[in-house]
């Protein structure tokens, strides 16, 4: 393959300079020529020259003028001065504007070559550093995104796709699966990634209070506005806002995030000024947004509009492959954090915490090692796994409307705690233990057939076996 041959844009009135050079110099230099400034700053867009050799002294726009206009592009590739008169001055003058290198004429070509060359390789060294720290600016935001899994490294794929488009991105997946962790990447990982990025939890706020939050009042709009206030939207301008929980947004409040998300505009709670602003908008629910819109309580042209890209994120039983690194990494910050240097856990623990069905996914693990380290004791996961796997559930006999066949009846009474996680979470445990018993009861307690059946290992489903008190009798 042919090498690429470096194109230099000379601008010089002098037409004899770009062709001593073109001459003089090797083949793998292309040399293009322009009369005065104005045509030079013109070639520099057209032509796109990998270096300029600029003279000072031209007719009508200097060489130092140039240099000022060049440095208001948005890029643009290093210049050489050249100068006749040897007056120091100039030298300082074009220092300052950012030349790079600075030669007087008459010159010896193949000290400009030398020149050429060094600025070359400078440049390209600078580019090779720039590309490293992108890398590593890259790794740092996956610093917290830990899992190798297929269906995570899926989830990655689809990040970087739409990182630095203007795409809006719905996040969906249960609570303490990452929503944020992915929200954050896809900021740090865009253009925007030095314009700030404003997280707003719909369900945090008070109804009355979310409008105000979100795009401000004017003074006197309620008791106690006594001076204008920006919301969160004016204050990501040029930036991004992450939505979290949005299905909890009330519906007077849906009409006017669709019109932002439209227009990019909308009006403080108590004006009569139209605000623009450059937002991207980026949101997140553990809801069913679907059955939210078919009882009333979600618009569906927002949802829609919401749902340009969406990320699901599997929950941890989902990808239990991922929970020793997950371990590692919570071990290592708590660790840090205390002071502590507790050790890795044993392979029986990581296979007990596989094998867990993980109602709270991350956050519950990273809980619970926190727990590990600060108590310096393994044996407490025994204890917390074996408390969430044997919690009952109460229900009454008979199936619910609309219930999918074959699926458990749904409790209508429940005993002890009545949170929604700590329900769910029973209620895990209870499929889970049904299905196990029935597949070791279609394999005539085949255990090893049954584990590749279930796809766990043989190991996680003697431990499900013991905590759930399944035996051939049952």
């Given at each position: 393959m042919a090498k690429q041959k470096t194109k230099i844009l000379v601008i010089d009135d002098d037409p004899k300079v770009s062709w001593i050079l073109s001459e003089g110099l090797p083949s793998h230099f292309e040399f293009i020529s322009a009369r005065d400034g104005i045509e030079g700053i013109q070639m520099v867009s057209t032509e796109q020259p990998d270096l300029i050799l600029l003279d000072i002294k031209m007719q009508g726009m200097s060489g130092l003028e140039v240099l000022e206009k060049l440095n208001k592009m948005e890029s643009r590739p290093d210049v050489i001065m050249l100068s006749g008169h040897g007056d120091t001055r100039y030298v300082v003058d074009s220092v300052k504007l950012g030349a790079a290198e600075f030669i007087n004429k008459p010159f010896d070509v193949k000290e400009v070559e030398i020149h050429i060359n060094g600025v070359l390789e400078r440049g390209r060294l600078r580019s090779e550093l720039a590309k490293a720290k992108e890398e590593l600016r890259s790794q740092k935001k996956y610093a917290n995104f830990i899992g190798d899994s297929e269906p995570m490294l899926r989830v990655k794929a689809l990040i970087e796709q739409v990182a630095d488009s203007e795409l809006t991105v719905l996040i969906r997946g249960e609570s303490g699966t990452g929503k944020e962790i992915v929200a954050r990447s896809l900021h740090e990982l865009s253009g925007r990634r030095n314009q700030p990025f404003m997280k707003v939890n719909c369900a945090a706020i008070p109804r009355d209070l979310l409008e105000a939050e979100l795009f401000g009042y004017e003074k006197g709009a309620f008791t106690g506005?006594?001076?204008?206030?920006?919301?969160?939207?004016?204050?990501?301008?040029?930036?991004?806002?992450?939505?979290?929980?949005?299905?909890?947004?009330?519906?007077?409040?849906?009409?006017?995030?669709?019109?932002?998300?439209?227009?990019?505009?909308?009006?403080?709670?108590?004006?009569?000024?139209?605000?623009?602003?450059?937002?991207?908008?980026?949101?997140?629910?553990?809801?069913?947004?679907?059955?939210?819109?078919?009882?009333?309580?979600?618009?569906?042209?927002?949802?829609?509009?919401?749902?340009?890209?969406?990320?699901?994120?599997?929950?941890?039983?989902?990808?239990?492959?991922?929970?020793?690194?997950?371990?590692?990494?919570?071990?290592?910050?708590?660790?840090?954090?205390?002071?502590?240097?507790?050790?890795?856990?044993?392979?029986?623990?990581?296979?007990?915490?596989?094998?867990?069905?993980?109602?709270?996914?991350?956050?519950?693990?990273?809980?619970?090692?926190?727990?590990?380290?600060?108590?310096?004791?393994?044996?407490?996961?025994?204890?917390?796994?074996?408390?969430?796997?044997?919690?009952?559930?109460?229900?009454?006999?008979?199936?619910?409307?609309?219930?999918?066949?074959?699926?458990?009846?749904?409790?209508?009474?429940?005993?002890?705690?009545l949170s929604l996680k700590s329900v769910v979470g029973r209620r895990i445990a209870e499929e889970e233990k049904r299905l196990i018993s029935h597949v070791l009861n279609k394999t005539n307690w085949n255990r090893r057939k049954a584990a590749d059946i279930l796809q766990i290992s043989y190991r996680s489903l003697l431990y499900k076996i013991k905590d759930y008190e399944l035996n051939a009798t049952k």
């Open positions: 506005a006594h001076k204008n206030k920006q919301g969160r939207f004016e204050v990501a301008n040029k930036g991004t806002i992450f939505l979290d929980e949005i299905g909890d947004m009330p519906m007077e409040l849906q009409s006017k995030l669709l019109q932002v998300l439209e227009q990019q505009e909308f009006v403080r709670v108590g004006g009569v000024q139209t605000i623009s602003v450059d937002v991207r908008i980026i949101c997140a629910t553990n809801r069913n947004l679907e059955e939210a819109i078919g009882e009333g309580q979600f618009r569906d042209d927002l949802f829609y509009r919401l749902n340009e890209i969406t990320i699901f994120l599997p929950p941890l039983r989902e990808r239990a492959e991922d929970v020793p690194l997950l371990v590692n990494h919570f071990l290592e910050k708590y660790n840090a954090l205390y002071s502590r240097e507790y050790a890795n856990l044993s392979s029986e623990t990581i296979d007990r915490l596989m094998g867990f069905h993980w109602p709270g996914n991350i956050r519950q693990l990273e809980n619970m090692i926190k727990q590990v380290v600060v108590r310096a004791d393994e044996g407490i996961i025994e204890e917390l796994i074996r408390s969430a796997a044997q919690q009952p559930v109460k229900s009454t006999s008979g199936g619910a409307a609309g219930a999918a066949p074959g699926a458990a009846p749904l409790p209508e009474t429940y005993d002890g705690d």
